[in-house]
């Protein structure tokens, strides 16, 4: 009588079924493998990769680019006469893409901390690739659109570099057991070397990265100046329509220090607010002058201008998505509100204390007020209750006839000069978009008493970094959502980097312990690799499993059958064989 030891022990693994299924459609035991990824697979998951990172810097640049929202959806407007929220579609896009590379990702990593071949299934591998050629050329057509928007990434930085430096430390770091499960499984081969140098290099620059992190909120917070006014960029556009006293005056409800405005001057020489060149996106212009729809606002009289609505459209479009949690009290008073004109925001302003700043477009050449559009502001002005000290002057056209008509306006400027330029012009205040705002150029005018206002500021961490960087005050669509308040970072950097080297050196001791201490081979993944095809590591896997067996006590009455490269070959069939006879024909 023989007695047969069973060599094949079948477990639920459902946990690995899974990974293997929804990774490459693999459900069956026997279509999985530990053999080595094909180059062609290794070719897809570097694909994967880069799909990955490309999604994960398109992400950031898009959350960091909130702060401009409203800017991209105004240039989209300009290109196109109509307005629509266009970041709803990207980043709903980005959004799903990015979900979907990522958890490919988490699947293709626990293959390789198991030691499964990669064999992405075909349809992951088309829509992969989609994907990657989308995000492709979604950059370059930001590149082409909104170039200058780029200059978000840089300045976010400065804010959010030390969170991400740990936060790349922790993911690295955990990306140690996979890398040290691949590196000391097996032999040493080429590309095991070539990962193991790749990822000590990545960790090498993330421990030395804050070496080179600038930020200007890495300060002592006892040096921190007082945080910058607040500026109701036309009015409180969030919370109201755009250029209209209904905003304004929300503005005035969050305690900004001063409004701002663009002003236009109409055919008849009133000047009025106004930011884009027609009428059509803020007013009902297309139904009482369809002809004249997309005519300058300009060419535009007063009486005609005033008999337009200036908050249906904030009813219709909802720019902010916000219309929709107004009272009906404020929607009933939105639907009334008209254009409004420059000498009724001096008037508000006035009353409540306030300043104002606003620029001055100049109508085009063949309007009869090109020659006379500052003597049209500065008659307002004058004869206004407001105090010229509290009207900030920024047009630079005439300025020195300006200020010898009216000596105590407030001069501002937009341009970035020397401080000796702006001194010998009379210039006591810049207002620079956020990505001039250098933080040694900031405290440079500060120290020659010239102050500096930054726009547009929507975002608590520009807010922040702002504050941080020294300015004076910021312009802002957004004045409910900014907080008084900064950052301060503690000096965590080295603990984080002490805390990952002991955590990656105890993952490769533990991972080599654990592999140089293993006696037992599993049967069914040896018979399964050597019907595939034959290796040297099958072939030692199945020595070890022979001896394995001989410590066990399988004695001489015992038959052992496996799995050659060519097929099943039977050790016992009338003749009992010893265990010294099976190891000499493997």
Same mark, same amino acid.
């Given at each position: ?43 897809w998951?570097?694909l ?14 898009w ?36 979900t ?6 988490i699947?293709?990593l626990?293959?390789?901390a ?13 829509v992969v ?7 492709i ?20 930085l400065?804010?959010?570099g030390p969170?991400?430096?740990?936060g790349a430390l922790?993911?690295?770091t ?16 080429? $590309? =095991?070397?070539?990962?193991?140098? @790749?990822y000590?290099? %990545?960790?090498?620059? *993330?421990?030395? #990265? &804050? ?19 607040v ?8 919370l ?11 503005? $005035? =409800?969050?305690?900004?220090?001063? @409004?701002?405005?663009? %002003?236009?001057?109409? *055919?008849?020489? #009133? &000047? ?45 479009d ?11 009290k ?28 606003f620029s ?24 206004s ?11 630079d056209w ?8 009216v000596?105590?306006l ?6 970035k000069?020397?401080?000796a ?20 150029d900031?405290?440079?005018?500060s ?16 807010y ?29 950097w ?6 990952s ?6 993952i490769?001791?533990f991972?080599?312990?654990?592999m140089?201490?293993?006696r ?21 896997m ?10 066990n ?30 190891a000499?024909?493997?």
């Amino acid at each position: 009588m023989v007695k047969h030891q069973p060599l094949q022990v079948y477990e639920r693994q459902l946990c690995l079924s899974c990974l293997t299924g929804i990774y490459g459609c693999r459900w069956k035991r026997y279509q999985r493998s530990h053999d080595d990824s094909s180059k062609w697979e290794c070719s897809w998951f570097f694909l994967l990769c880069c799909s990955f990172l490309l999604l994960l810097i398109w992400s950031y640049f898009w959350l960091e680019a909130r702060n401009d929202y409203n800017e991209f959806n105004w240039l989209l407007y300009n290109r196109s006469a109509v307005w629509k929220d266009g970041t709803v579609p990207i980043l709903a896009t980005t959004l799903t893409g990015f979900t979907y590379t990522a958890f490919l990702m988490i699947l293709a990593l626990c293959h390789i901390a198991l030691g499964q071949q990669l064999n992405l299934y075909w349809i992951h591998k088309i829509v992969v690739l989609a994907i990657l050629l989308t995000t492709i050329t979604g950059v370059v057509s930001v590149d082409d659109f909104w170039q200058d928007e780029w200059d978000i990434v840089i300045i976010s930085l400065q804010f959010t570099g030390p969170f991400l430096h740990i936060g790349a430390l922790a993911v690295v770091t955990a990306l140690g057991w996979v890398i040290a499960g691949h590196v000391v499984r097996g032999e040493r081969s080429r $590309l =095991q070397v070539v990962t193991l140098v @790749l990822y000590v290099s %990545v960790l090498l620059v *993330l421990y030395l #990265v &804050p070496l080179f992190i600038s930020s200007p909120c890495i300060m002592d917070r006892s040096k921190l100046g007082p945080h910058p006014a607040v500026i109701g960029r036309r009015g409180a556009p969030m919370l109201a329509p755009e250029h209209t006293i209904m905003s304004f005056s929300k503005a $005035l =409800q969050q305690k900004v220090a001063a @409004l701002e405005a663009d %002003v236009t001057i109409s *055919l008849d020489g #009133v &000047p009025f607010l106004m930011r884009d060149r027609t009428l059509r996106r803020t007013t009902n212009v297309e139904k009482l002058f369809p002809a004249r729809q997309d005519n300058d606002a300009s060419f535009f009289n007063w009486t005609e201008i005033r008999s337009l609505n200036a908050g249906l459209w904030f009813l219709r479009d909802d720019p902010y998505w916000t219309a929709q949690y107004m009272s009906e009290k404020d929607r009933n008073r939105t639907a009334n509100q008209t254009v409004c004109s420059l000498a009724e925001l001096l008037r508000l302003a006035a009353r409540t204390n306030r300043s104002v700043i606003f620029s001055l477009r100049r109508p085009p050449p063949q309007h009869p007020r090109h020659q006379l559009w500052v003597s049209d502001a500065l008659k307002v002005i004058q004869r206004s209750s407001i105090q010229p000290e509290q009207v900030m002057w920024t047009p630079d056209w005439y300025r020195k006839k300006v200020r010898a008509a009216v000596p105590l306006l407030h001069q501002t400027s937009d341009e970035k000069l020397p401080v000796a330029e702006l001194k010998e012009r009379g210039i006591s205040t810049l207002t620079l978009h956020y990505s001039q705002a250098r933080a040694r150029d900031i405290r440079q005018f500060s120290g020659s008493n010239v102050s500096v206002n930054v726009y547009p500021v929507n975002e608590p961490w520009l807010y922040s970094l702002m504050w941080c960087s020294g300015v004076q005050s910021v312009s802002s669509d957004a004045p409910h959502i900014l907080k008084k308040s900064a950052d301060e970072y503690g000096l965590i950097w080295i603990t984080s980097d002490l805390i990952s080297v002991a955590i990656v050196i105890g993952i490769f001791i533990f991972q080599k312990w654990k592999m140089s201490g293993m006696r037992s081979y599993n049967p069914e993944q040896i018979m399964l690799s050597a019907v595939r095809r034959p290796s040297r590591d099958v072939n030692l896997m199945k020595e070890k499993l022979i001896f394995s067996e001989i410590n066990n006590g399988v004695g001489s009455t015992d038959e052992l059958s496996v799995y050659t490269g060519n097929g099943l070959d039977a050790y016992a069939h009338d003749d009992i064989m010893t265990p010294a006879c099976h190891a000499a024909k493997l």
